[in-house]
């Protein structure tokens, strides 16, 4: 019970907040949120919305997954934007590049991915580990820089070739391609959706079952005790940013391989900002995660939906960003409130045992430090 | 690199005096313009002190420049603010909707309003619930997009049937400083040495003025005015500081952070409104900021959090951005060359101080960057226009020991829970 109230009743609360911001918002624009509320719901019936659902949260799996690897650090790599953009543009320049039979062709340009967007992330590492300088700060400016980069490396003078209006890499082979699987009318599910999975699983592994899961969290806690235990936090540091940038390269791939296979300009862009909010509302948990980047999809799907009946499409980023403050607040509130019933009830037991002399131990107070 | 001089005068060797702040600046930017004078003469590249340089310059780093303010503000009350972006689409919403119906001065408020808004949700959710600064940054700025997208779809797209432009705002009257206006013209024109140079960097300054630029520059002054020289401003430096010890002397340090965000949401908005009052395209337009609020911040890491050289930092962002815009690649390129001088100075300084490690290494720099310059013939242009962003990578890697943040700016304080 207690465990539901602390984790489950937050987020819950917060989307209940966030709806009813834009219940108000669309009542005073004279739409009706009830309307809004019912084409919302059963958009999902509809087409291939549910598939486009799912293909779109295992994309924003993938980046809250990258963000959260740096949050169990405390670490914000808000740099995913810029390392997963660029490592789908060298991924796709690459795997447009090379001939290679069908399997092994895919593996290159996941391994690609996954380097370029380490490499870039390492920037970030190697500057704070080495030079101090704070990961918020240089991942903002890397973002822009590797705009600029990917503005130069998908030009003509550079990779790019023109295909119609649209500057655009070479095409990825069909011995690159992920397939996917087709669902008949509702459409088809990205074939990488599995390496959103299993690296779901991974992580949950890697942070919960292994020693430098344990190092790894425990330097974010405390780098003092961590560094009291032997762990090397500038080894840490550049590890877990590292992590993160490489799962953060392979956030543009399923789309890359299973439905644009070359990157242009107008390649889908604030996946990493995207990624940032989702891994905010799982709270870090593999599961949470999931969660979030389905709502998140639910939401942006919508997004169409509302346009159609004459609702105004940017509720839903209003929605979403109150989600995102909603849901760290009601944290705020709910963990103020858990310390507060806390203390009273250490408060409660130290008046029950100063009244009856004879004591019943100590139960009540290890407790006390805990929550402070 | 004032900074630099700053640690290292006390125990220099050569000397025990330091010259006052201000006559340095002073020398820096001096030794700038004829670093820059040069260049121009060994180059040929003219657009380098041009007046048209100068003033497309202003132009561009005002909003910069009032988004590192209200970076200032903030982060001296012990507040990171990573929202500013979301605060200046807030603005540029604000200043839109109140511009085009009661002029360019209702624009200013409406920015700074609107700005304030964006900062109050930051003030609520850091120091009221103590959420952390930057997770409510992010979500700011998500939120800022959003609601301002909403709005100006709601409000715009009757008079323009375009959710992403609002209705033409009638922007402030543009004027010269007499006398000092033309006769800058007049000396850059004769093209001599360095007076011309100067000329046209001064006479792009004094040139279409607005009372924007004028506020924006006199915002600097007041800023360290009143963070450093009263008591109103040692309070909330004090709570970027120390707030524990300054909860101990009786300061509201809740009230002081509320604030110092409010006010950097205010200067963020503003920042919005300069986009909007902008000459060259009056009116709202989706995505103008262009993260310029990121910018903002840069400037004033790059300005070690003091407003002079917040100023410099959006000033060189500026003037590289405007030089970009009016000519091109290979005028970004001189700059390289610029680059190099620049390291030579410094390596010569460091030489006369005989610190020889940093003298290597800033000659080192020169050499690459002059490498560089000899062996492209332009700067692709993708590149240009993320100079700003390279430099405040470069600074950060060079000489983040020397930067010297607020104490405890990003970390959560909760009121009576100090230790």
Same mark, same amino acid.
């Given at each position: ?79 995913? @934007? ?235 980023? =209003? ?22 019933? @806390? ?30 | 690199?004032?900074?630099?001089? @700053? ?57 910069? $420049? ?110 010269? =400083? ?214 405040? $990578? ?17 970390? @959560? ?7």
């Amino acid at each position: 019970m207690n465990r539901v109230r602390t984790v489950l009743l937050p987020p819950a609360l917060a989307v209940l907040f966030a709806a009813l911001l834009c219940a108000v918002a669309l009542l005073v624009s004279g739409d009706n949120p009830l309307t809004a509320l019912a084409v919302m719901i059963t958009q999902v019936g509809e087409g291939t919305t549910a598939v486009d659902i799912v293909n779109s949260a295992a994309v924003y799996y993938l980046a809250a997954l990258a963000v959260a690897i740096g949050f169990q650090m405390k670490l914000f790599n808000i740099g995913i @934007e810029g390392q997963y953009r660029l490592a789908a543009c060298v991924a796709a320049i690459v795997g447009g590049a090379v001939a290679l039979p069908p399997v092994l062709h895919t593996l290159v340009i996941l391994l690609v991915g996954a380097l370029t967007g380490a490499a870039w992330a390492g920037i970030a590492a190697l500057l704070k580990a080495y030079r101090g300088v704070s990961e918020v700060i240089s991942t903002i400016m890397l973002n822009f820089v590797a705009t600029g980069l990917i503005a130069f490396l998908i030009s003509t003078d550079a990779f790019g070739v023109l295909r119609g209006n649209n500057i655009s890499t070479q095409p990825i082979a069909p011995s690159g391609q992920v397939p996917g699987i087709p669902l008949g009318d509702f459409g088809r599910i990205f074939g990488l959706i599995f390496l959103s999975a299993a690296l779901g699983v991974a992580y949950w592994f890697l942070l919960e079952r292994t020693r430098f899961g344990f190092d790894l969290k425990a330097s974010g806690e405390s780098p003092t005790a961590a560094a009291a235990g032997g762990v090397n936090s500038r080894r840490m540091v550049i590890i877990a940013l590292l992590l993160s940038g490489a799962v953060a390269g392979l956030v543009g791939l399923p789309e890359l391989l299973g439905r644009d296979l070359a990157y242009t300009l107008n390649s889908p862009t604030g996946y990493g900002f995207t990624g940032i909010a989702i891994a905010l509302l799982g709270r870090n948990h593999p599961v949470g995660i999931a969660i979030g980047a389905l709502l998140w999809a639910f939401l942006d799907k919508s997004a169409l939906a509302l346009d159609n009946v004459g609702v105004p499409r940017e509720i839903v980023l =209003i929605m979403q960003g109150s989600i995102v403050l909603s849901v760290v607040v009601a944290y705020e509130i709910v963990r103020r409130y858990e310390l507060a019933a @806390e203390q009273r009830r250490v408060a409660a037991q130290l008046r029950a045992r100063a009244a009856e002399p004879a004591g019943v131990g100590s139960a009540g107070a290890g407790s006390t430090g805990a929550g402070s | 690199m004032t900074a630099v001089a @700053e640690r290292k005068a006390p125990t220099g060797p050569l000397r025990g005096r330091r010259l006052p702040g201000w006559a340095r600046s002073a020398l820096v930017v001096a030794i700038g313009i004829a670093i820059l004078a040069v260049t121009v003469t060994l180059t040929g590249q003219v657009q380098l002190t041009s007046s048209g340089t100068a003033q497309a310059a202003v132009r561009l780093l005002l909003p910069i $420049l009032l988004a590192g303010l209200g970076g200032l503000w903030s982060e001296r009350a012990g507040v990171v603010n990573i929202g500013l972006e979301g605060m200046m689409i807030l603005g540029t919403w604000g200043a839109a909707w109140a511009g085009y119906q009661w002029g360019p001065w209702a624009a200013l408020l409406g920015g700074i309003v609107f700005g304030a808004l964006g900062g109050l949700l930051h003030a609520v959710a850091t120091v009221t619930f103590a959420v952390n600064h930057i997770v409510s940054g992010v979500a700011i700025t998500l939120l800022g997009l959003g609601v301002t997208k909403y709005l100006a779809s709601l409000v715009f797209v009757p008079i323009t049937s375009n959710p992403r432009e609002s209705p033409r705002v009638e922007g402030f009257t543009e004027f010269s =400083i007499p006398g000092l206006s033309q006769g800058a013209a007049a000396l850059e024109d004769q093209q001599r040495v360095v007076v011309s140079d100067v000329a046209g960097l001064l006479g792009g300054l004094v040139t279409d003025l607005t009372p924007l630029v004028v506020i924006g520059f006199a915002l600097v002054p007041i800023s360290y005015y009143l963070l450093w020289h009263t008591r109103f401003g040692l309070r909330l430096r004090s709570c970027g500081e120390n707030p524990v010890a300054a909860e101990s002397l009786g300061v509201n340090v809740y009230r002081y952070k509320y604030f110092g965000v409010l006010i950097s949401g205010g200067l963020a908005g503003l920042g919005g409104a300069a986009l909007v009052l902008n000459p060259g395209q009056l009116g709202y337009l989706e995505g103008q900021t262009g993260g310029r609020g990121y910018i903002g911040l840069a400037a004033m890491i790059f300005g070690n959090w003091r407003p002079a050289g917040l100023l410099a930092g959006s000033a060189l962002f500026g003037y590289v951005d405007g030089l970009q815009l009016r000519a091109g690649g290979e005028a970004v390129h001189a700059l390289l060359y610029t680059a190099t001088l620049i390291a030579v100075v410094v390596a010569v300084y460091w030489v006369a101080r005989r610190a020889w490690v940093p003298a290597a290494v800033a000659l080192g720099a020169g050499v690459v960057v002059y490498a560089v310059y000899w062996s492209i013939d332009t700067v692709p242009r993708e590149f240009a226009s993320y100079a700003p962003q390279l430099v405040t $990578l470069v600074v950060l890697a060079v000489a983040a020991q020397y930067l010297r943040p607020p104490a405890t700016a990003g970390e @959560e304080y909760r009121r009576g829970e100090g230790d």
